[in-house]
C-alpha cells in the first residue's frame, strides 16, 4: 500500500519516542480515584508548536491560556494537562487559575511561563482545586521519563470517561535522517468536532516553522479529528497541539522540500489513527463504524453526508442492534443539505449491497446479521455525481451511553 512505503508504523509507542521528548502523569486528588489526573509533556528545547481549538463559544479558560502562549512566538517547552475538571465556565477565577498552572510548571521547570501550554478535561462549571493542582505541580518534574513508562503515565492522566489510552506513532525517512511522529488523545463522548478532538497531543523531532505546521495541521484535522463524531456535542474544551523539536536534524520541511508529502502523511496517520481510537472508545460503545461517501459534489460535500450519516442516532442505533435497515442511512444521506442525484445512490454495507441506483436490491438478511454483529462496521455510499469522498468515524448508540452520561456529575 501507498502508506508503508512514506513511513513505518511503530507499534505500542508513545509521544516520548520522538527525539527530545518526555512526559509523566501523578495522581493530585481531582479525580474521585486513585487514577492520574495530572500530566506533562516536557521538549529539551524550544520546539515549534501549533494548535487548533474547539469551535464551541464556550472556551474553556485553558484555551485561552494556550493561545497567548502560542502567540508569544509559536514554540512551546511544555503542555500541562489536567482532568476530572474541565475549568470551563468559571469566569475570571477559572482564567487565573489557568494561568497559575502555566506560571507554576514554568518555575519548577526554569522556563518562561509563555513556553507553557494548559489543556483541563472533566465536568464543565466547577473550579479547580487548586492546592492539589499545584502540589501536583510540585511533583511532576520528578515524574518525567523518556521511555513507554512515562507515556503510560501521561495517558493515563488525561483520561475521564475512555476505557483505554489512546496512542499512535510513525517513523519516516527526511533527508535521509529517521523522524518520528507520535500522538496520545483522549475522548469518548462529548465528542463532534469541528477542529480537533476532546484532547489530543502530538510530538516530533521533525525541522518545521510554527507557521507551517500550523497550516498542515489544520489541513490534516479537517481530514481526521472533525470526521469523528460520538453523540453529536461539540467541547467547551476540545483541543489538538503538536510540538515539533526539530532534533533530527535535517534540512528544514517546506511545501517544496521532496519527503514534505511522507511527513505530511505520516502525520494525516497519526492523527486518523487516534481520530478512529476516540471513535471505538465512544462511551458506551461497542462498534466502531466508518462511513465512507464517494461520487459527491465535491470532498466537503461528501464530508457533510458522512457526518450526517455517522452522526445519526437512527443509523447508530440500528449498528447496535444489528439491523440491516439502510433507510435510515439513505434518509441521512438526503437531510444532509447537499447536492444528491435521487435516482443515482449506491449504498452497502461492508460488501453487502444493499441499495443500487436508489432502487432496493435483495441481499441475504442472514449474512448481513453476521456481518453487523462485527466489531467494525463499514458504511459505503456511492452519489454518482462527481469526484468528492470523504470518510468518516463514529460508533454505535448503546443502553450505556445513556446510563454513564446520566451519572457523570455523580
Known amino acids: 500500500m501507498g502508506e508503508a ?56 479558560a485553558p484555551l485561552q491560556v494556550t493561545r497567548e502562549s502560542l502567540a508569544q512566538g509559536g514554540r512551546l517547552r511544555a503542555m500541562l494537562v489536567n482532568s476530572g475538571n474541565a475549568n470551563a465556565c468559571t469566569g475570571e477565577q477559572g482564567e487565573a487559575d489557568a494561568r497559575a498552572m502555566r506560571a507554576g510548571l514554568a518555575e519548577k521547570l526554569g522556563v518562561p511561563a509563555h513556553q507553557v501550554a494548559v489543556a483541563s478535561t472533566g465536568v464543565i462549571g466547577e473550579l479547580l482545586k487548586m492546592d492539589r493542582v499545584l502540589a501536583g505541580i510540585e511533583k511532576l518534574p520528578g515524574r518525567l521519563r523518556g521511555d513507554e513508562q512515562g507515556d503510560d503515565d501521561f495517558c493515563q492522566a488525561i483520561l475521564t470517561t475512555d476505557l483505554v489510552k489512546k496512542s499512535a506513532c510513525v517513523r519516516l525517512d527526511v533527508d535521509g535522517r529517521t523522524v518520528t511522529i507520535a500522538g496520545a488523545a483522549k475522548g469518548s463522548g462529548m465528542i463532534h468536532p469541528n477542529m480537533a478532538t476532546m484532547l489530543g497531543f502530538v510530538t516530533t523531532d521533525a525541522v518545521i516553522s510554527p507557521e507551517l505546521l500550523q497550516e498542515l495541521l489544520r489541513e490534516v484535522t479537517n481530514v481526521t479529528f472533525n470526521m469523528i463524531t460520538v453523540d453529536g456535542d461539540t467541547s467547551t474544551n476540545d483541543m489538538l497541539l503538536a510540538m515539533a523539536s526539530g532534533l533530527a536534524e535535517h534540512r528544514e520541511l517546506t511545501r517544496e522540500h521532496p519527503d514534505y508529502a511522507a511527513f505530511a502523511e505520516g502525520l494525516r496517520y497519526v492523527c486518523a489513527e487516534l481520530a478512529k ?14 462511513t465512507t461517501v ?34 435510515r442511512i439513505i434518509a441521512a444521506v438526503g437531510r444532509a443539505g447537499q447536492p444528491v442525484n435521487v435516482g443515482t445512490v449506491d449504498i452497502r454495507l461492508g460488501d453487502i449491497t444493499v441499495l443500487e441506483q436508489s432502487r432496493p436490491v435483495a441481499f441475504d438478511e442472514e449474512a448481513a446479521l453476521l456481518y453487523l454483529k462485527g466489531d467494525t462496521v463499514g458504511i459505503y455510499a456511492d452519489l454518482h455525481m462527481g469526484d468528492g469522498k470523504a470518510t468518516a468515524w463514529g460508533c454505535d448508540l448503546t443502553y450505556d451511553y445513556v446510563r454513564i452520561n446520566a451519572a457523570y456529575r455523580t
Open 5 to 60: 512505503k512514506l513511513f513505518e508504523v511503530v507499534d505500542g509507542a508513545g509521544v516520548t519516542l520522538p527525539t527530545g521528548f518526555r512526559a509523566g502523569g501523578l495522581h493530585c486528588g481531582l479525580k474521585k480515584t486513585d487514577r492520574h489526573d495530572l500530566g506533562v509533556i516536557w521538549c529539551e528545547v524550544e520546539a515549534a508548536a501549533a494548535a487548533v481549538y474547539t469551535t464551541n463559544l464556550f472556551q474553556a
Open 294 to 327: 464517494v461520487g459527491a459534489i465535491s470532498d466537503d460535500s461528501a464530508q457533510a453526508i458522512a457526518k450526517t450519516i455517522i452522526g445519526s442516532s437512527l443509523v447508530k442505533s440500528a449498528v447496535f442492534g444489528a439491523d440491516a435497515n439502510w433507510g
Open 277 to 290: 481510537a476516540i471513535a471505538r472508545d465512544g462511551e458506551g460503545a461497542t462498534k466502531l463504524i466508518e
